[in-house]
Every structure is written in structure tokens, then in C-alpha cells.
């Protein structure tokens, strides 16, 4: 049975990035004053695709990523200029750029996610861009709940979490039609995909 990460998971490694920075501030205003300069030759791991109505759970899984090595692109960090909130050939631009520059996609599937503008778009544009390389993160209430998000959410793998057999190392996988690979693995662009055992 698949593990998934959960909202309460998320927020509390929000909380404590606020926690290490000593002040506590909205999520949003912390990664918009996290930004750097980024250049069109910086590359990420990650174009996190998710809802800005969600910016609690964005900055969590942001940072729980990035504690596992990852860089991670987040639009309204990075590129703070950005209004999400109107449909522009200038934003889709930028957009596309910094999914040029991202090695995969993570579709961060909340309840938020279903009236996002761009969400899709940058699912559609991405999966075209890099086939193989999106993956969709369910952010549930329990770990164990059952996900099932919108109907095409259901043709690319699921972000996971467990415990390899045997042992009490912890990992986040990559799942999808009876097969697995690490994230780690998945964000080389060349995974090994295995299968389960029985």
C-alpha cells in the first residue's frame, strides 16, 4: 500500500524553516525574500507545479526536497515578478524558460490543484518537453488514504515514501504501473525501474 506525504508533513516543515529563520512570516513573503538572481543557464531538479492558494504546503514540500539534495524551482520565489493570477503570453514565457531548465516535473495535487489556471497547462507543456519526467505528489490528509485525483492525473506515476524491505532507511519513490525508482534516480532523467517483488 503506497505511503503519500500529508499536508500536516508539509506544514510542519514549513514551520520549521520559519523556525531556523527566527521570524515568522508569511510563507509566501519568505520565499519571495529567499529569491536569487537566477540565470538562464541554472538548471533545477525540480518545476514544482503547484496552486498558490496551497503556499503553506509549497514552501513544506519545498523544503523537504530540498533537504534531500534537490534544487527546487518555485515560480513565485524565483521569479517573483510573476502575476499568476492573469493568463499572459508573457508569463507563460518565463514559464516555459524555467521548464527548459528543469529536469523534472512534480504536480504537487491538492484540492487547490483542480482550480488552478496553469497547473494543467504546465503538466501539458512539460510532459510534451521531457516525456517520462512528470510525476504527480499527492498531499493527503493521512498517509495512507487512497488517492485519486482528476482523471488524467492517473497516466504519470505518484511521489511515495516508505522504508526499503528489510531495513529502516527511508526513501521517496517514484511509482507507476507495477514499477518503482527513487526520486533521486527519477530526476537523473535516465531512471532504473523496478519491478515489485512478490
Given at each position: 500500500m503506497p505511503r503519500y506525504f500529508t499536508k500536516s508533513e508539509a506544514r510542519v516543515a514549513a514551520g520549521g524553516f520559519l523556525a531556523k529563520s527566527h521570524v515568522q512570516k508569511a510563507s509566501a513573503q519568505v520565499l519571495n525574500e529567499s529569491r536569487s538572481s537566477t540565470k538562464e543557464s541554472d538548471t533545477f531538479d525540480v518545476f514544482l507545479s503547484h496552486s498558490i492558494a496551497d503556499a503553506d504546503l509549497v514552501l513544506g514540500i519545498k523544503n523537504l526536497l530540498e533537504e534531500r539534495g534537490l534544487k527546487v524551482y518555485v515560480d513565485w520565489e524565483t521569479d517573483s515578478q510573476l502575476d499568476r493570477s492573469k493568463v499572459n503570453p508573457e508569463t507563460a514565457d518565463l514559464l516555459r524558460r524555467?521548464?527548459?531548465?528543469?529536469?523534472?516535473?512534480?504536480?504537487?495535487?491538492?484540492?487547490?490543484?483542480?482550480?488552478?489556471?496553469?497547473?494543467?497547462?504546465?503538466?501539458?507543456?512539460?510532459?510534451?518537453?521531457?516525456?517520462?519526467?512528470?510525476?504527480?505528489?499527492?498531499?493527503?490528509?493521512?498517509?495512507?488514504?487512497?488517492?485519486?485525483?482528476?482523471?488524467?492525473?492517473?497516466?504519470y506515476p505518484t511521489v511515495t515514501k516508505d522504508t526499503y524491505k528489510g531495513s529502516n532507511r527511508k526513501d521517496v519513490f517514484v511509482e507507476g504501473r507495477g514499477k518503482w525508482t527513487t526520486l533521486q534516480e527519477f530526476n537523473t532523467g535516465k531512471p532504473t525501474w523496478r519491478a515489485y517483488s512478490p
Open positions: 524555467r521548464m527548459k531548465q528543469s529536469k523534472s516535473l512534480l504536480y504537487l495535487a491538492t484540492e487547490s490543484a483542480s482550480s488552478s489556471k496553469w497547473m494543467p497547462w504546465e503538466l501539458g507543456y512539460f510532459d510534451g518537453l521531457r516525456g517520462g519526467q512528470v510525476a504527480v505528489m499527492p498531499l493527503l490528509d493521512n498517509e495512507t488514504d487512497s488517492f485519486k485525483g482528476q482523471e488524467y492525473l492517473g497516466l
